[in-house]
């Protein structure tokens, strides 16, 4: 099959939300191929360790290229040690540089509970505005809603959970089988 006939992969919603020293990062579980779901709970957002720092990251992209970048910031935070943001930056310079990184497929949003960031392959580390970064296929739906419900008495679990059912109900590529990590607060 030609990579012209392949249909694509499609999927991914993730969200982080950061408010009252609380951040969440939330994604679903929706891997789909081309119009068809694949499987409706793939665990897209996880919790490392590193150096015993805790640090949640949720993937957008191919699961295998997701992997590999996590398994790199892993030794960047090994390497930096409770350092979230330079870890970020130099797994981001590596991605962009190095020839066999550059081919990797995904985006990734990362937080240690203070900072939160979105990741990606054209260098990227990117400090998002309004305490709010969401990625994948129905990223956008996820960021509005959440944005809208940000000045809200609503904590920023119950804002990810609402977001993301909110994507879920108007993107094709997103379902409502989320996975939610907290940290900070």
């Known amino acids: 099959m030609a990579d012209s006939d392949f249909p694509g992969w499609h999927g991914t919603t993730i969200i982080g939300v950061r408010k009252g020293g609380q951040v969440v990062v939330a994604g679903d579980g929706q891997v789909s191929l081309g119009q068809t779901v694949i499987k409706g709970s793939a665990r897209k957002v996880r919790r490392l360790s590193p150096g015993g720092y805790d640090v949640v990251a ?5 699961t295998a ?26 797994l ?32 990227d580390v990117l ?5 709010v970064a969401a990625i994948g296929s129905g990223g956008n739906y996820a960021l509005a809603a959440a944005r809208a419900m ?4 609503k904590d ?6 609402d977001a993301m059912a909110i994507a879920a109900d108007i993107c094709v590529y997103t379902n409502g089988n989320l996975t939610v990590e907290k940290i900070g607060g």
């Open 58 to 62: 949720g993937f957008a992209g191919s």
């Open 65 to 90: 290229d997701a992997f590999t970048l996590l398994e790199r910031l892993e030794k960047k935070l090994e390497a930096t040690p409770g350092q979230l943001q330079r870890a970020s930056v130099e």
């Open 92 to 123: 981001a310079k590596d991605w962009r540089t190095d020839k066999y990184l550059q081919k990797l497929e995904a985006m990734l949003i990362v937080t240690d509970g203070r900072e939160l960031y979105i990741i990606t392959g054209a260098g």
């Open 127 to 131: 400090e998002p505005e309004h305490d």
């Open 150 to 153: 940000m000045d809200t008495e």
């Open 156 to 161: 920023a679990e119950t804002i990810a959970r």
